[in-house]
Each structure stands twice: as C-alpha cells, then as structure tokens.
C-alpha cells in the first residue's frame, strides 16, 4: 500500500456546494478513459475556475489529482481481476498515457504491480482490506457445488431511469447509512412514489481498496413519475443495462457469500465481463430496509459480453 497519507473526514458541506460536487464526481466516473480539462469540470460544478480546485478539496476532502488518480486506479484493478483485456489497453481504458505510466502509478499506490495483481487476484499488502474484512467474518464455507445451487444468476435488462440519490461517505459507519434510507424512505412517500419505487443501494468504492473513511454508498429510489428532489439529495439518469442478478435471503454474511459467488464463480466462468457502472443491491421488502439483521434483495452486477468489451 502507498504510504500517502489520506485526508481527513471534512465537516458537512453546504448542500448546494456537495450537490455540486456529486455532479463532478459523476461527470468523472463517466469520461476516465480521457482527461477532463479544468475549464470543464468547472464549467459542470457551475464554479469558477479559479476556485475550482479549492471548493472540490473542502467539499471531498481530496485534490482533484488524487480523487481522479484513485478513480482510475479503482477502474484498473477491477479490469485486471474481471476482464480479459491487455494491460495497454486498461491503461487507455482508464485514462493513462502508456502501459508504463500506469504501471508505475498502480505500483505506487497499491504497491503491487499490475501484472503481479492480475495473477494473484489481491493487494497482498492492502491494510484497507484486512480490517474491513477478515477472513472469520465471511463465513463464507460454502462449497462451490452449493453456492450455485443457492445461487441462480439470470440476466435482465433494465430500462433507462430517473433516480434520486443520497451519497453516504464514511459508509462504513452503519448509522450514516441507516439514517440515508430513514430520509430517502420519508421523502418517497411524501412524494407519493415510494410504492411504486425501486428502492436499492449502489456500492460506488471498492471497498478493498479505498480507505475506511472514504468509501462511498449511494443510497436510492428510481421512479418512473416525476419528482421534486429535497435538499440533500441528488438526480441521476441511469442508462439502459444488462445485469446478472442473485436473488438473496438472509443475513449480511450470506449477502457476502452471495456477491462472492457473483464475481469469484460465475463471472470468470460466463460470456460477460463487468460495465464499468457500480453494481446494485435492491431491496425487495421496502418497509424492511432499515431492518439490517435480515435481508430481501436483488443483487445486481452490470455485465456486458466480453466481445463489447474489446471491439
């Protein structure tokens, strides 16, 4: 792991200033394949330039560069255990120069190379990892035979759809988290779209490799009436997609188990590689979703084949 120090929580920012920002970091998950000028992440948050990078800082506790540079490196890293794809061509794909450029920059930040990570599947010195999830936690003693079994995938596709979003940092303090759905749940059913809604969780760090307190969860409603977001919360349009879905009961740990089957067993043996698009956890018992000692869901991973992948 680079020993580069990582930023400390930030107060909470303005709404309206946060809200600016939720559009960047978007707009940058979007277009990492190319560098984005000043000028036009200015130009998306409304800002001026010459306090844009100053107003991103005290908004995301981040530089730009290193939110970006992670950004792109998280992308990377999830090519390289997912995809087939050549490493010039992830460098590319992530927004790199060359293979070289993206070498040195995957070493440094995960002090691994990324041919060296490929092989092996993990960041062998990653502390983030160890302590979000050591092994005895997982439980996960199934056997393949009985995860697949347990585990049926089909494939959906999902039409385009308008969602309203709260984004929770230091996610891994549940309270954050619980408290989002509380809010989100409440303004649904003031707007009168909550029955109708789909209700789901996007995972938008890994958290494998993104420090504690910087790990993100979207929590959300898409709807298909027209709504009035409240302050604090945010609109998206998620474009048409193919997921590959688990339907899941249980408690966290066989959710665990359920998204290692997802990723470890059936992707590396199917036709489909991962979108670069966060996966989803949608929850079937709306009225039960602050309930998390026991969980009704959908788990959803954004695939495409692997042919789309390369052409």
Known sequence: MSTESVPSPKPQANSEYAQRIDWVIDYLRGNLDRQVGLAELASVACFSEFHFHRMFRAVSGETLKNFTNRLRLKKAARLLRYSEQSLTDIALDCGFSSSATFSRAFRAGYDTSPRQYRKSGEIKKSKICKELFPEDEYGLSMSAEEKRAAFPVRLIDIPERQVAYIRVTNAFEMDRVLTAFKTLIEWAKSQDIFSEGILFGMTVDD????????????????????????????????????????????????????????????????????????????????????????FELELCLPVRKHAEMRS
Do not use: N, Q
């Open 207 to 294: 958290p494998h490799v993104t420090p504690k307190h910087l790990y993100r969860y979207e929590v959300c409603l898409a709807s298909s009436f027209p709504f009035e977001c409240m302050e604090g919360m945010s609109k998206l349009k998620m474009p048409a997609m193919r997921y590959a879905v688990i339907k899941v009961s249980g408690d966290l740990h066989k959710v665990a188990t359920a998204w290692d089957y997802l990723y470890r067993d059936w992707l590396i043996t199917s036709a489909y590689e991962p979108e670069h698009a966060p996966a989803l956890e949608v929850f079937l018992d709306k009225e039960s979703a602050m309930d998390w000692s026991h």
